[in-house]
Each structure stands twice: as structure tokens, then as C-alpha cells.
């Protein structure tokens, strides 16, 4: 088994997209996990777990649900609920790498956004379960500071970060993005595993399923 965790340097980056194509890149038995999702206003909003299930028909888990579109631990003190403990999360995506090969978890926001109120991480989430860490990171202006800064922060921690995952690559890209996908891995030291199209998440599905393997590599 091994359990997958995808961070990435800051919200709407592509973490989602991200993990429906890595979810389709793995050949066993696969769950994606979301431990809080955040910006769930009514029972038929779409969450992340439900973009990953349509897009790749994996099976998909959402523990916690918060409805203003906050850091969860904001949203959880907004609303005046309790929401459990990162180490409560690990424990529960340890059970399910018992009955599954890979258990991908798709973080919320950035690697230190706090997921409960007591201060708990990504990050910690990702060093209690000894997980493989992918960082999703955008093309444009502002990435090299960004993912240096969220791959420093996984070494501090002991981690070495898996790979790279740009998480949306535009049809024209300009001077900025095509240096950009050079000086990443040399800044670094991190490969780039996958680029990921940009407006991915709209293909339908059997599209998106037929071309996310080529995305990696």
C-alpha cells in the first residue's frame, strides 16, 4: 500500500485536477480522501471529491464539510463547531490503506493551511502518515517563490517532495511560463512530473481519463 498526499503552494493551483490524473495513473485498488472541504454552501454543491469521482470513477471520501469558503480551522471557528483533530484524519486514512493500494489525499489550500483548530497541518497530516508528497504549483509569475518556499518547508520537516505537478499549463504560454517550467526543478531540485493542461477539469470524462496518463512523464 502507500498512502499519496497533494499539496500545493497556495488554493487554485489545480490540487483537484491534479488528483483525479494522478488518481488515474496508479493500476490498483485506489481511494482519493478529502479531509475537509471547505465552501459547501448547499447539499448539491460540487465538492472535490465530486469532481475527482466524475472525472476518473474512482472512489472518493469527504470527512469534514464547512460551508464558508475559509482555511478550515477559520470556517470551523466562524461557525462555532468543533471539527476533529489532524491525528483523528490520520488515523482514519490508515484504516482505508488497509483495504486499498493507494489512498491519494487532496489537501486544502497551501501545506501550512491549518485543517482543524488546534493547528494542525498538511503537513503534519503528511508526516504522521509517512506519505509520498506531490506539490501542485501554477505556471505564471510568483511560482518560483511559492514552490521553494512550500519545498523548503516539506525538507525542514524531513520530506523530500515526490515531484513537481504544474497545475494548469496555458494553450499559449509566455516568456514567464516557459522559463518557469525550466527553472523549477533547477531551483528546486524537485522534477516536474506532469503538467496538466489548462481547463483539464471541463474534458469530459472519458477524455479526461484517455489523456491524463500522458500528462505525466
Known amino acids: 500500500m502507500s498512502i499519496i498526499v497533494v ?5 487554485g493551483v489545480g490540487k483537484t485536477i491534479a488528483t483525479a490524473a494522478l488518481a488515474l495513473t496508479r493500476t490498483g485498488s485506489v481511494i482519493v480522501v478529502k479531509p475537509v472541504q471547505t465552501g459547501i454552501q448547499a447539499q448539491d454543491d460540487e465538492g472535490d471529491v465530486d469532481v475527482v469521482h466524475r472525472l476518473t470513477g474512482k472512489a472518493c471520501q469527504e470527512f469534514t ?9 477559520s470556517a470551523a471557528r466562524l461557525a462555532g463547531v468543533r471539527i476533529p483533530p489532524v491525528a483523528e484524519y490520520a488515523d482514519r486514512i490508515q484504516v482505508l490503506a488497509e483495504f486499498h493500494d493507494d489512498v491519494i489525499v487532496e489537501g486544502a489550500g497551501g501545506l501550512l493551511v491549518r485543517l482543524d483548530t488546534e493547528g494542525g497541518t498538511i503537513l503534519d497530516l503528511a508526516i504522521s502518515l509517512d506519505a509520498e508528497v506531490y506539490v501542485v504549483t501554477r505556471a505564471g509569475l510568483g511560482t518560483l517563490n511559492h514552490t521553494e518556499l512550500t519545498v523548503n518547508a516539506l525538507r525542514a ?3 523530500e517532495p515526490a515531484g513537481l505537478i504544474i497545475g494548469s499549463w496555458p494553450d499559449q504560454p509566455g516568456l514567464a511560463e516557459r522559463l518557469n517550467r525550466v527553472d523549477l526543478p533547477l531551483l528546486t531540485g524537485v522534477p516536474v512530473v506532469a503538467v496538466l493542461p489548462e481547463n483539464a477539469g471541463s474534458l469530459d470524462p472519458e477524455k479526461f481519463r484517455s489523456e491524463a496518463s500522458g500528462w505525466f512523464g
Request: hydrophobic fraction near 40%; glycine fraction near 12%; avoid cysteine.
Open 157 to 159: 520537516a524531513g520530506i
Open 65 to 73: 464539510t464547512l460551508a464558508d469558503a475559509l482555511a478550515p480551522d
Open 7 to 11: 499539496t500545493g503552494t497556495d488554493t
